[in-house]
């Protein structure tokens, strides 16, 4: 989507192994979002940032990290995956946080 | 637990028909929104009803909301086939936290 990057688009991992996805914004929004979805449970939130180095968890954190040291890059790492992760990650973008948000593409995950 | 319950989760029309959607949401608001989510994509944002807001049109999107019932409703008339897609809604809560997304209902639209 415009003005929005996730990378990989694909990617399957062994159980245990580390795996970072990386959401780039070319729009200079301040609020940056994860969410996971799945069948049967809508998206749910993992991380959001409100700003440079600042982040908060969402309903679904157990097991993720995320960074951002830059406005353009907002940066999701599963420590150590498990099958549970398998799932299509959204990231989306809001210049406030409370209007219209910008999805990417999605990533679709898999852990075997 | 989820704040926004959209139903049904699945409708099948014939083109040209009217399609309605409704989402029932648990806490007081300052906005709802709605997104469209073809297969295989993002969503894309549709529309956005404040809570101080009845009803809100968009071509051909009309979405109404009820605080006191708390509820909303979208619907799309003249569907076309292209219209086949999820649709969610999405609550923002007072507070500044992140939207809340419901599951979506799968519309299916027959040419």
């Known amino acids: 989507d415009a003005g929005i990057t996730q990378s990989p688009r694909h990617k399957v991992t062994e159980t245990g192994t580390p795996v970072t996805l990386r959401c780039h914004q070319t729009e200079n929004h301040r609020y940056m979002y994860w969410y996971r979805q799945d069948p049967g449970h809508g998206l749910r939130l993992i991380h959001y940032?409100?700003?440079?180095?600042?982040?908060d968890k969402g309903e679904v954190s157990d097991g993720y990290s995320v960074s951002r040291s830059k406005t353009e890059d907002f940066l999701l790492t599963l420590e150590s995956a498990t099958s549970s992760q398998t799932s299509v990650y959204f990231c989306?973008?809001?210049?406030?946080?409370?209007?219209?948000?910008?999805f990417g593409s999605g990533t679709r995950l898999t852990v075997v | 637990s989820q704040q926004g319950e959209e139903d049904p989760q699945a409708l099948s029309i014939q083109e040209g028909e009217n399609a309605t959607m409704n989402c029932s949401y648990k806490t007081s608001i300052n906005n709802l929104q709605w997104y469209r989510q073809n297969s295989g994509r993002g969503l894309v944002h549709l529309i956005l009803i404040r809570s101080n807001e009845r009803e809100k049109h968009s071509g051909r999107l009309r979405v109404t909301l009820d605080t006191s019932k708390k509820s909303s409703s979208l619907l799309i008339t003249a569907s076309r086939a292209a219209d086949t897609a999820s649709y969610f809604c999405?609550?923002?809560?007072?507070?500044?936290?992140?939207?809340?997304f419901g599951k979506g209902t799968r519309l299916s639209v027959i040419a």
């Open positions: 999405a609550t923002d809560l007072p507070g500044n936290t992140p939207l809340v």
């Open positions: 940032s409100y700003g440079v180095k600042d982040t």
């Open positions: 989306a973008i809001s210049p406030t946080g409370a209007y219209g948000y910008t």
